[in-house]
């Protein structure tokens, strides 16, 4: 299965190298387990870099991993980004991003809901979600 997903990644990626209408891609499930995971750096194309956000081990110690998981925003150089930890939930996984092209700012989330996560959490987490970002522009 990991075979799979490594496969689906530099497919996505190869489209993406062959194509300069994108500034922005988003990977969610990337199974990387650290920021240095051959297979996420080798899917990295030129011009481009990223930021993610992986699952960390269960047992650091045993080096396990929780299955699934994982995300990775690509974007290109000529963009600025940062990634913003102020915002924490427990139903999904979020990459919470803050972009600046030039004069321009705007936020990219990347989020990943496993489909066994129950509904009533991440509608209340997700609204949360909105609510912090609605403060971020109100209070700057």
Do not use: M
């Not at 209408?21 to 011009?47: F, M, Q, R, V």
């Amino acid at each position: 299965i990991l075979c799979l997903l490594i496969i689906n990644l530099y497919i996505s990626v190869y489209n993406l190298r062959n194509s300069s209408k994108h500034d922005i891609l988003g990977l969610t499930d990337t199974w990387h387990e650290s920021l240095d995971s051959p297979s996420l750096l080798s899917a990295i194309p030129p011009g481009y870099t990223f930021l993610d956000l992986f699952r960390p081990p269960i047992n650091p110690l045993s080096h396990k991993y929780s299955s699934y998981g994982g995300l990775c925003l690509i974007y290109k150089n000529s963009l600025s980004a940062s990634f913003d930890s102020s915002f924490k939930c427990n139903s999904f996984e979020c990459l919470f991003s803050k972009f600046k092209y030039f004069s321009y700012n705007f936020i990219v989330i990347l989020i990943y809901r496993s489909p066994s996560g129950y509904v009533c959490n991440f509608i209340d987490d997700f609204y949360n979600l909105i609510e912090y970002v609605f403060s971020l522009f109100y209070y700057g």
